[in-house]
């Protein structure tokens, strides 16, 4: 559980109180340690740009494109 993406009902969320009650239709997806970085500090900012700026992560893709 990384925080990236949580897709729920929100009047089911409010009844159940939980993230993963319904097992049978709670899915998760893979994401390499590079791009589920958590960054609930300012120390967690820097480690992620650092992997951006030694090439652990490419970004290019979030690169702004003529429209």
């Known amino acids: 559980m ?3 993406l949580y897709l ?3 009047d089911y969320y409010k009844r159940v109180g939980l993230r993963y009650a319904d097992r ?3 899915y998760g997806y ?3 340690r590079f791009h589920s970085i958590e960054i ?3 120390v967690d ?3 992620a740009q650092f ?3 030694w090439g652990r992560v ?3 893709h979030w690169a702004a494109r003529d429209v």
């Open 30 to 32: 893979p994401m390499d």
């Open 8 to 10: 729920m009902r929100w």
């Open 24 to 26: 049978e239709r709670t």
């Open 51 to 53: 992997f951006v700026e």
């Open 45 to 47: 900012l820097d480690i």
């Open 40 to 42: 609930d500090e300012p």
């Open 2 to 4: 990384n925080g990236a």
């Open 58 to 60: 490419d970004l290019s």
